[in-house]
């Protein structure tokens, strides 16, 4: 039986919750309002199955001295022990559902994402892969259910991406989609290669929990914003106009470009969205262990030994190198279906983190 962590703190913050809950001005701010109710629904769901494990081992006692009794009827004894597997069964798996509630919520979670991908190694083949990448990510984003915003694109000559940034909105995005940051890699024989050979390519992947004004403040006078006629494969689409932005965050160096909108005005806010969320980024990294490497630590340097994901279409699988598993039906992948994928990371992610609280807890 695991050494559960002792529950007094979450009784304690269970009541500041709720006393900050009954103040007048809570609905004030409402995205921080119900993460507060959402926070406090786990804290009761935490003590709700406290109380259910105690009387399971308050009965798992009675009947275990029932069973020791010799004045007591044999079928009696019989129905005892037959119920005690099956208690104690319950007992490991609420000690197991107890200790994912104590984790602490990650605040970031439930907001939207930014998904930015860039083509690594490999030429023209890595920036086709980026924007399948790109593809297959919104199609998983719609068979959510969530809206994805295109905020930035850089076509290649093949018709692939140099670069592309995507918004996605909606409920826990950035906690579905956190761990898909990295190098991804692709072999296959590309379709510009006449002798049939396998070609190794990389793209890299950063995801980004979208930031609001109230999480960062960026100062006037700490950007250089220019603006510039917007460049790429000619067309009627082509943007004529001194639209494209591009802005620098002096203090940290962060540039960002957009040039997708006709409008000046949509194109520097798209991009001070995308800034804002790099610098949320940064500042989490600074704050937390668990975002200790800066940007370019998340998504590598595009070579191809850094890599997170690997696409075999010869051998139609795709394996992810951080907990072994590989899914075939690499086409089905390619159109959207990562949720298994998706849900074995965070489960791995959870694992990491009881192991931890447990280890704490034996201190």
Request: aromatic share 4%; proline share 4%.
């Amino acid at each position: 039986m695991p050494l559960l962590p002792p529950l007094d703190p979450f009784r304690k913050k269970l009541a500041e919750l709720e006393t900050l809950a009954g103040g007048e001005t809570f609905y004030k701010d409402q995205r921080k309002a119900a993460a507060t109710l959402r926070e406090i629904q786990k804290l009761k769901e935490l003590f709700e199955k406290e109380e259910e494990r105690q009387k399971l081992n308050r009965d798992i006692k009675d009947n275990e001295t029932l069973v020791a009794d010799p004045a007591i009827d044999a079928d009696l004894k019989t129905m005892a022990s037959e119920e005690l597997p099956g208690m104690k069964k319950r007992v490991g798996e609420l000690e197991g559902e107890l200790l994912k509630l104590m984790l602490p919520s990650d605040p970031t979670d439930s907001r939207n994402t930014i998904m930015e991908f860039r083509a690594g190694t490999g030429g023209d083949e890595a920036a086709i892969f980026a924007s399948e990448l790109m593809r297959l990510y919104t199609r998983y984003a719609e068979n959510r259910g969530w809206k994805v915003e295109m905020m930035n694109t850089s076509p290649s000559e093949l018709g692939g991406m140099k670069e592309a940034s995507i918004l996605i909105s909606g409920e826990n995005a950035y906690k579905a989609l956190k761990f898909e940051s990295g190098v991804h890699r692709v072999q296959r024989v590309p379709a510009t290669e006449a002798s049939g050979r396998i070609h190794t390519s990389t793209a890299t992947v950063a995801v980004l929990p979208e930031a609001e004004e109230v999480d960062i403040e960026v100062k006037p006078e700490d950007l250089d914003i220019t603006v510039c006629r917007a460049s790429g494969p000619g067309g009627q689409g082509v943007n004529t106009t001194d639209s494209a932005v591009q802005i620098i965050h002096r203090p940290t160096g962060v540039m960002v470009k957009c040039m997708d909108e006709r409008s000046q005005l949509k194109n520097k806010n798209k991009a001070m969205k995308i800034l804002r969320s790099r610098l949320l980024q940064k500042k989490q990294e600074d704050e937390k262990a668990k975002y200790e490497a800066n940007r370019k630590g998340q998504i590598g340097s595009g070579d191809r030994s850094e890599r997170i994901r690997t696409y075999n279409f010869p051998q139609d699988r795709m394996t992810d190198h951080r907990i072994n598993l590989t899914l075939h039906n690499l086409p089905k992948v390619m159109e959207g279906s990562l949720q298994e994928v998706i849900d074995a990371l965070d489960q791995a992610d959870t694992q990491e983190r009881v192991d931890f609280l447990l280890q704490e807890a034996e201190k």
